[in-house]
């Protein structure tokens, strides 16, 4: 049954905890310990020889279902559940990669992403090498005989840059590393990267999967001895544990995952083609736009354009900051795939982690704006981008007549 599920279905149902009272929605098992009938019962449950909770660092019923949930949306054997998108991604670098280890990613990623490979990993022998994956050729000659690790971001955080996934995997299977791509812009709705041949797929929960903004989660999905490695280094020892309660929320926010993305989908459309057409915007960053150069790959790597967005105005600094400060209807946040729309500044706030260097080299600039386009009717928000912009077109106009 749970596999021929359709993703719409398999997001309300996949992975459903039975629970003994019959109750609709599942219980919050927010306890951190589990009673054992007997030292014989907790001993056995310690050396794997019987199944059923220990405490809620090693597992909770709540959180698995999450889990369970996961790993069948990914196409994955399983998932483990962790406190935050960056626990999640620091579970799979310091869980799989040792001293001595060569890791390859690509020279843009979410700011703390970068921070961690670029500052944190080397503190532990472990070498990084950052490439853009657009250009496979680099990423190639840049693989050496200690290279374990291959890891990417599409669309990436903050520019919307897409790479081809199938020939990211075909490269990382000829070279026998292991591909690792943060889904976290498309949700599994959107993209399936183990279908296309990655090995581990990671997101932050805390965006579209939860999408109330009310919850810091992530989540790993992956196979095999993969998932014990994560589970027993990278969670039962290194301990960024998911707590059940927003274990909870985030399988109640799912539940909607799909009318959700829809609309996200929607609105950044329609955002992203009325800021293209504006005569103060110079560039808009959006898969969905035949302009953009991973247009090509929706339809096949991915199934709609997602809801996020970055533009480019025909101003300096100065005149950026003010059209970001008179939007009334996006707030100023960062984080992403909300109900509410946010716009947000990625040089100063979340890729301020770069040096000015590796941030211009990694395609974000001075003035980049991220719009993550929330739920609300789109004449609103068009409404609000037309008023904010305004005063540029009218001095553009100005200097036209001059
Ligand atoms: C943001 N992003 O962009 P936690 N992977 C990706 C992300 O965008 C993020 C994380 C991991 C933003 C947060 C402030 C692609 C986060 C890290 O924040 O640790 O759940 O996820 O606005």
């Known amino acids: 049954m749970a596999s021929k599920m359709h993703p719409e279905t398999a997001v309300i149902h996949a992975g459903r905890l039975r629970e003994p009272q019959g109750s609709l929605v599942s219980p919050i098992y927010q306890s951190a310990t589990f009673v054992f009938d007997d030292v014989q019962t907790g ?20 959180v698995a279902e999450f889990e369970r949930r996961m790993a069948h949306l990914e196409g994955a054997d399983g998932a483990v559940g962790f406190a935050s998108g960056m626990a999640a991604v620091s579970a799979v670098l310091l869980g799989l990669l040792s001293s001595g280890d060569h890791l390859i990613c690509n ?66 299977r000829e070279a026998q590393l292991v591909s690792v791509v943060d889904n976290t812009f498309m949700t599994p709705l959107l993209q ?26 992530g989540v790993v999905c992956a196979d095999g001895d993969t998932l014990e490695l994560l589970r027993h280094r990278s969670l039962k020892d290194i301990g960024g544990v998911l707590s059940p309660h927003d274990a909870w929320l985030i399988l109640r926010g799912m539940k909607t995952l799909a009318l959700r993305m829809e609309r996200h989908c929607l609105n950044a459309q329609t955002l992203a083609e009325f800021l293209e057409s504006h005569p103060a915007v110079t560039r808009v960053y959006y898969p969905g736009l035949e302009s953009h150069p991973g247009h090509h790959l929706l339809g096949s790597q991915m199934g709609a354009a ?11 600094f100065e005149q950026a900051v003010a059209f970001v400060n008179r939007l009334k209807l996006f707030s100023i946040a960062v984080s992403l795939g909300d ?28 003035t980049l704006i991220r719009l993550s386009a929330g739920l609300e009717n789109v004449a609103d928000l068009l409404a609000d981008l037309r008023q904010a912009l305004a005063p540029l077109s009218q001095s553009s106009t100005l200097e036209e007549a001059l």
């Open 43 to 62: 001993s056995a449950r310690f050396a794997g020889e019987q199944s059923g909770p220990i405490y809620t660092r090693l597992g909770n019923p709540t």
């Open 192 to 217: 399936r990267p183990k279908s296309l041949g990655i090995d581990i797929v990671l997101h932050s929960a805390t965006k579209y999967l939860n999408g109330h903004g009310d919850v810091i989660a």
């Open 339 to 366: 109900a509410e729309s946010l716009v947000q500044h990625p040089a100063s706030m979340t890729h301020a982690t770069y040096q000015v260097e590796d941030r211009h080299r990694a395609g974000i600039g001075d």
């Open 107 to 172: 020279t843009c990623l979410y700011g703390c992403t970068h921070s961690l490979v670029s500052e944190q990993l080397p503190r532990f022998g472990i070498e990084v090498t950052q490439v853009d994956f657009a250009d496979l050729e680099a990423v190639r000659a840049a693989i050496r005989p200690s290279t374990k690790m291959l890891l990417l971001e599409s669309p990436v955080n903050p520019h919307l840059a897409v790479y081809d996934l199938a020939a990211v995997a075909a490269l990382a």
């Open 306 to 316: 997602g809801g996020v967005l970055a533009l480019e105005l025909d101003a300096d």
